[in-house]
């Protein structure tokens, strides 16, 4: 039977089901995923080469029952170390990798439903984007916690068209997650490009091993980076490591650096320790937006695209320096107000800050366009995700001409409510704080405008988050009760 990739993902996904009764949680159950289907997906890419023979995908199927579990394990061990598989990306994506399945069935059972999928449509349509298709699938799955590191896949298209990747550039991300920002941005470029085949050989080399670079802190979701990447056929350097300690300075000179970093503090309160930044501070998104600005190259094109909650706009003390350091370094010609609900964490409000390096460090931000998305909108939820078209009017306005010829019809004076808006440096500077958190429609009627449906769904929404926020809380209870 022919099947689409979302059917395939479908089909991946209930395999959690098999899983359920060895406690296995949907992270480790995508990680345990990730540790079959690479051995899978190259067999069906043809690039076993660097894979022991003994550990390929046609001897799994060799072995059954505890035969099977003991044969697993020992792959696991060896595949992820360097002595016994000489392949530095095998060796990350399987670096201190066990298995979370007790029961030998469970195992055979996945091997040979997986082994059974319509493979042959998965190439077709690629083996990369069914394995994007399974990290949103992971996502948009509350329970799996996954969320905050999965950014919408229609904001990162967004953010990657806006910012306009060319052949040549380097790219980065400092907070790369499943490394979606980079492989959107490959993806662009090989639309542009005739999947690459219009560029000489030198070039389609630059593009696979180092167009495309990032750093991911937490292990496991680099091991899904590291799997992402390698489907999508790029091999450039995708490090583990905390991107503000020392480990993060090779980060510098890019083109082009698109990114969603992590929101809050560092753990204990701790500030960052890369000795490089001008200022100090514990706050985690002020720090990635300094080594952003600051990473980028200083040609009067190095750009960005970043996404940064609300408190960026207006935090005080090294807020506002550091604020007033990417207005003087940077031309922060753009921010685009996002709206609540397109994120695993609904109360987080977020931005896009838009901005190009200067060739000097002054004076380099003249005017900024805000457009704001996030009043008057419809809601947005798990039962009504964020799509492409959402950004239609943002990305019309955006491209209108340059950045100094958008449309004036959108200004103040004629368009009072509308979403659109310029501010002069004179008027960011004048603000408190230097407070670029700027918000001017009206929110009245602004619930009158949604649609039955569209309350009712978000009604829907947060009942279901309720409960199960409770069921959670019953289990911990319960746990607590098996203790005593």
Same mark, same amino acid.
């Given at each position: 039977m022919v099947m689409s990739n979302q059917e395939i993902v479908q089909q991946l996904w209930k395999e959690s089901d098999v899983l359920r009764d060895d406690g296995v949680t949907y992270q480790d159950y995508v990680t345990e995923l990730t540790y079959i289907l690479f051995l899978k997906m190259s067999k069906e890419q043809n690039e076993e080469a660097e894979i022991p023979e003994k550990y390929r995908w046609d +001897?799994?199927?060799?072995?059954?029952? &505890?035969?099977?579990?003991?044969?697993?394990?020992?792959?696991?061990?060896? &595949?992820?170390?360097?002595?016994?598989?000489? +392949?530095?990306?095998?060796?990350?994506?399987?670096?201190?990798?066990?298995?979370?399945? =007790?029961?030998?069935?469970?195992?055979?059972?996945?091997?040979? =439903?997986?082994?059974?999928?319509?493979?042959? +449509?998965?190439?077709?349509? !690629?083996?990369?984007?069914?394995?994007?298709?399974?990290?949103?699938?992971?996502?948009?799955?509350?329970?799996?916690?996954?969320?905050?590191?999965?950014?919408?896949?229609?904001?990162?298209?967004?953010?990657?068209?806006?910012?306009?990747?060319?052949?040549?550039?380097?790219?980065? =991300?400092?907070?790369?997650?499943?490394?979606?920002?980079?492989?959107?941005?490959?993806?662009?470029?090989?639309?542009?490009?005739?999947?690459?085949?219009? &560029?000489?050989?030198?070039?389609?080399?630059?593009?696979?091993?180092?167009?495309? +670079?990032?750093?991911?802190?937490?292990?496991?979701?680099?091991?899904?980076?590291?799997?992402?990447?390698?489907?999508?056929?790029?091999?450039?350097?995708?490090?583990?490591?905390?991107?503000l300690s020392a480990a993060g300075k090779w980060m510098k000179n890019f083109d082009v650096v698109l990114t969603n970093p992590p929101f809050?503090?560092?753990?204990?309160?701790?500030?960052?320790?890369?000795?490089?930044?001008?200022?100090?501070?514990?706050?985690?998104?002020?720090?990635?937006?300094?080594?952003?600005?600051?990473?980028?190259?200083?040609? !009067?094109?190095?750009?960005?695209?970043?996404?940064?909650?609300?408190?960026?706009?207006?935090?005080?003390?090294? !807020?506002?320096?550091?604020?007033?350091?990417?207005?003087?370094?940077?031309?922060?010609?753009?921010?685009?107000?996002?709206p609540t609900g397109i994120f695993y964490a609904q109360g987080v409000q977020t931005n896009v800050l838009f901005f190009t390096r200067g060739a000097s460090d002054t004076d380099n931000t003249k005017e900024i366009w805000i457009y704001d998305m996030r009043h008057q909108m419809r809601t947005f939820g798990k039962r009504n995700p964020l799509n492409e078209k959402d950004f239609a009017e943002f990305e019309k306005l955006f491209s209108a001409d340059d950045l100094t010829k958008r449309k004036e019809n959108w200004d103040k004076d004629k368009n009072p409510n509308g979403r659109w808006r310029k501010f002069t440096i004179d008027e960011i500077m004048k603000r408190p704080n230097t407070s670029l958190d700027i918000s001017w429609m009206n929110e009245e009627e602004e619930h009158d405008n949604r649609s039955l449906k569209e309350i009712l769904s978000e009604m829907n929404d947060k009942s279901t988050a309720i409960s199960e926020a409770i069921a959670e809380l019953n289990k911990a209870l319960e746990g607590i009760n098996d203790e005593d």
């Open positions: +001897s799994l199927l060799q072995y059954e029952g &505890l035969e099977l579990m003991n044969f697993y394990r020992q792959l696991l061990l060896d &595949l992820g170390n360097p002595q016994k598989t000489n +392949s530095p990306r095998i060796n990350a994506i399987y670096d201190n990798a066990s298995t979370s399945i =007790d029961e030998p069935a469970n195992l055979e059972k996945i091997i040979h =439903d997986i082994d059974g999928l319509d493979w042959f +449509s998965a190439r077709q349509e !690629g083996l990369g984007a069914l394995y994007e298709g399974l990290l949103e699938k992971n996502a948009n799955e509350t329970k799996s916690g996954a969320g905050q590191y999965f950014t919408p896949r229609p904001l990162i298209n967004m953010m990657v068209r806006m910012t306009k990747p060319q052949v040549g550039e380097r790219l980065n =991300d400092p907070a790369a997650g499943t490394f979606g920002f980079m492989v959107a941005a490959n993806d662009y470029l090989s639309e542009q490009t005739d999947e690459f085949f219009d &560029l000489s050989q030198e070039d389609r080399k630059f593009e696979k091993e180092e167009a495309f +670079s990032g750093m991911e802190l937490v292990p496991n979701t680099h091991r899904l980076a590291l799997m992402n990447q390698y489907l999508h056929g790029m091999d450039g350097r995708l490090d583990q490591g905390d991107s809050g503090t560092k753990k204990g309160g701790e500030r960052a320790t890369r000795d490089d930044l001008t200022y100090e501070t514990s706050n985690k998104q002020l720090n990635f937006l300094q080594i952003i600005y600051n990473s980028l190259k200083t040609d !009067g094109h190095g750009r960005a695209a970043v996404v940064v909650p609300d408190n960026v706009l207006f935090a005080d003390g090294t !807020g506002e320096a550091i604020r007033k350091d990417l207005l003087n370094k940077c031309n922060l010609h753009t921010i685009l107000r996002l």
